[in-house]
């Protein structure tokens, strides 16, 4: 699977191959491209991965939590794409197709033995890519990017760390089980239900 990353204004673009869709995977992506990028953006606009987004309709929208944490970590909106409507992200979409016969391609032939090797030909790849001159104006997509660059949110020091949340309830003898283990709670919470971050 490929993540896409595209600024709006410069098309600077930033991808990365992962194994899987799982939510660990979705938020160390958004992570690694805030790092790429040296900073936050104000409005993140993603697709409706189910992994991301549990509900998205006119009357409400749903994020997964960790998602949604991660999103208040890095100060930065998370607006999902209207269902159906792939102008609402209209950056990514034309990037994706330009990445396909710019970096994609060019891999097709290769053969990886390890998701590192991919990705470091993806990064190669993608550097040409940003650095190529455009064809109908000035500049590339690196040239447009130092002047979006200022515009960036500082990131934080520390990346995000990944959480699960999960609901537990407190037993008599107030102890409540995670992943085979015990640990201790106050006796006051004994038969309450407690929130754990994982």
């Known amino acids: 699977y490929l993540f896409v990353a595209t600024l709006p204004y410069s098309g600077y673009t930033y991808a990365e191959a992962f194994l899987s869709m799982n939510l660990e995977a979705w938020i160390t992506a958004h992570i690694h491209a805030y790092t790429f990028f040296g900073g936050s953006t104000r409005l993140l606009v993603p697709d409706n991965l189910k992994t991301g987004?549990?509900?998205?309709?006119?009357?409400?929208?749903?994020?997964?939590?960790?998602?949604?944490?991660?999103?208040?970590?890095?100060?930065?909106?998370?607006?999902?794409?209207?269902?159906?409507?792939?102008?609402?992200?209209?950056?990514?979409?034309g990037t994706v197709g330009n990445l396909t016969t710019s970096v994609i391609a060019k891999l097709r032939n290769q053969q990886y033995f390890s998701l590192r090797e991919l990705n470091e030909d993806i990064a190669y790849?993608?550097?040409?890519?940003?650095?190529?001159?455009?064809?109908?104006?000035?500049?590339?997509?690196?040239?447009?990017?130092?002047?979006?660059?200022?515009?960036?949110?500082?990131?934080?020091?520390?990346?995000y760390e990944i959480a699960v949340n999960k609901i537990a309830k407190v037993q008599y003898n107030y102890h409540i089980s995670l992943d085979g283990n015990y640990y201790s709670c106050p006796y006051l919470y004994i038969q309450k239900k407690v929130n754990l971050r994982l």
């Open 53 to 93: 987004v549990l509900k998205n309709s006119k009357e409400e929208t749903i994020l997964n939590p960790a998602y949604e944490a991660m999103g208040i970590y890095y100060n930065t909106s998370i607006l999902p794409a209207r269902v159906r409507a792939p102008k609402d992200k209209a950056a990514v979409e």
């Open 125 to 159: 790849h993608l550097k040409n890519f940003n650095e190529k001159p455009f064809q109908k104006k000035e500049g590339s997509r690196r040239s447009l990017f130092e002047e979006e660059k200022p515009y960036l949110r500082p990131i934080p020091m520390h990346p």
